[in-house]
Each structure stands twice: as structure tokens, then as C-alpha cells.
């Protein structure tokens, strides 16, 4: 079974704060993607890889960076948390062109 | 309008009953279909995937796509209470990775 891996599964952090939201996948997946869930907007897409090192910015971009300097780990970072990043953020991986597998999701709320 | 567009409910439905949860969507191009479920403090599981129309059936499931009407139904037959979650609809033009999500749809199957 393909494993998603997040370090935390709930964040308080402060606004201006610099989080860091980590991901681990355990089946060799080339794709990884950082999602945010919102009540009523579901999920929206951050960034995401294709690759080591390659990063591609999705829906809503804006306030988020990502590293990827292993194949099997990709980072989410709020450079400077605000409140309205409050979210549930969820990882997945994936083969190329093949569904997303999930991971179990951060909540993070930022006050 | 919304790419892709689902009811939120909630639907409330009495163990044993036939659940039919849909999702209608704007863009004619879309070919790729698929069903997560997610369950409450879970990241989205697969439940099913799908190219192009017609219809696919996985024991209790089966998921069904009509593109002359832009219109995808998951049905739940037998319902049990374990499928009390949230049921999230996922298309794409391209490939089951770079997908839009549905908002979802909260089912409670009462025993």
C-alpha cells in the first residue's frame, strides 16, 4: 500500500511566523502535490513536482514556497504565516499520469 | 460557473438504501473521472476511476458518466454505515493526476 506521510497532523502557529509543513511518500512517486481543504471550496491546488528539484505553482500559489531535494519528501512553507492560511493542508503522490494518493492531512490554524 | 459543481448535502439516508451522489461539470474537454471518499479527519482514498463514458462497477460501487450531459453519479448500493463520510467527485482533461475537485457531498447512512 502506497504510504503519505505528514509530520503533523495540527499546527498553531503564530501570524508571521515561518512554517514548514513536511511530506513523506514511500513508493518511489514522481508526482507530488500540497493541497489546501476549505469547507465549501474543497480542495484547491498550492504547487506541485514532477521531479527533484522541479516545482510548479497550481491554483493559489500565493503566500506558499516548496522544496523538493529528495524524491520521496516535499515541503510546504508559509515564508510568513497569516490568518487566513488557517486550513486543512493535505500532500499527495502519485506515477505519472495515474491518481493522487493522499496523505491524512495538517490542520494548521494560525492566530 | 463552477468547473465542476456537487451538492454538499448533507444526504441522510437509512442503512440498505440505494445512494446516489452526483456532479455535473462545465468543460466538454474532461475525460478522466474518478470518486474519493473521506472519511472525517482522513485524507481522500480512491475509490474509483474512470475514462471517458460509460459505466464501471466495483462490488457495491459503481460509477457511471454521461458526457453528452457533462454528468458523473457514484452509486452506493447496500449502504452501511461505514460509508458515512464525505464523497468527493475529481475530473480532468488530461490525466488522473492534474485534477479538479468537487467540494463534496457529506453522507450520513444511519443503521
Known amino acids: 500500500d502506497v504510504k503519505v506521510t505528514q509530520s503533523s497532523r495540527y499546527l498553531v502557529k503564530r501570524t508571521g511566523e515561518k512554517v514548514f509543513l513536511e511530506c513523506v511518500q514511500d513508493m518511489d512517486h514522481e508526482n507530488m502535490f500540497w493541497y489546501r481543504q476549505d469547507p465549501g471550496l474543497g480542495l484547491r491546488l498550492i504547487y506541485f513536482?514532477?521531479?527533484?528539484?522541479?516545482?510548479e505553482k497550481g491554483d493559489i500559489p500565493e503566500g506558499y514556497s516548496v522544496s523538493r531535494e529528495k524524491k520521496e519528501r516535499f515541503s510546504l512553507i508559509l515564508e510568513s504565516a497569516s490568518t487566513n492560511q488557517t486550513s486543512m493542508y493535505l500532500c499527495a503522490s502519485s506515477r505519472a499520469h495515474s491518481p493522487l494518493h493522499f496523505g491524512n492531512g495538517t490542520r494548521l490554524t494560525v492566530t | 460557473q463552477k468547473e465542476v459543481e456537487q451538492d454538499p448535502g448533507p444526504l441522510s439516508v437509512p442503512e440498505g438504501a440505494i445512494v446516489s451522489l452526483n456532479c455535473t461539470y462545465s468543460?466538454?474537454?474532461?475525460?478522466?473521472f474518478m470518486w474519493y471518499r473521506q472519511y472525517s479527519r482522513k485524507g481522500p482514498e480512491l475509490l474509483m476511476y474512470?475514462?471517458?463514458?460509460g459505466n464501471k462497477e466495483d462490488g457495491r460501487f459503481t460509477a457511471q458518466v454521461d458526457k453528452s450531459s457533462k454528468y458523473i453519479s457514484l452509486f452506493i448500493r447496500d449502504s452501511q454505515p461505514s460509508d458515512s463520510a464525505t464523497y468527493l467527485c475529481?475530473?480532468?482533461?488530461?490525466?488522473?493526476?492534474?485534477?479538479?475537485f468537487g467540494p463534496g457531498t457529506s453522507l450520513s447512512v444511519i443503521p
Open positions: 513536482s514532477y521531479d527533484v528539484k522541479m516545482k
Open positions: 468543460n466538454s474537454a474532461f475525460q478522466y
Open positions: 474512470t475514462y471517458s463514458s
Open positions: 475529481a475530473i480532468s482533461e488530461t490525466s488522473y493526476d492534474k485534477v479538479i
